[in-house]
């Protein structure tokens, strides 16, 4: 559930305890009730505003450097889906850079950006 982003409070109420009872209950078992951090020393993660004729537009890029080579890839998305997850940050009380983060590394993790990329086993919108 930390994983999923809900913090102490959200995670009680789910399970239909105290957050105090909570806390002890995972102390002793040993489970960590803090978010993890994205930790990437060599890349850094940019949400900035970009103003397009009379209309503001979000960019998301991803600056990668690696020795002297200095990399910045846009990520394209549309305004709807980054309302969207502007959205769910907000609600998991994160910033979008850190929430997009989390989604980049959990797809990158379970082996999804190559098959995105490719277009490879997407399930159809419903």
Known sequence: MVAQGLNRKEIAQL???????????????????????????SSSLEVGLVEKGSLLKVKIAITIQRGDLLRTLDVPLSNKTTGELALLASLRQVKLAELVAQLLSGAVDKGLAE???????IPPKA
Do not use: H, W
């Open 15 to 41: 399970l239909g305890v105290t957050v105090g009872s909570l806390q002890v209950t995972c102390s002793k078992l040993g489970i960590s009730l803090r978010r993890p951090r994205m930790r990437l020393p």
């Open 115 to 121: 098959k995105i990329l490719n277009g490879d086993d």
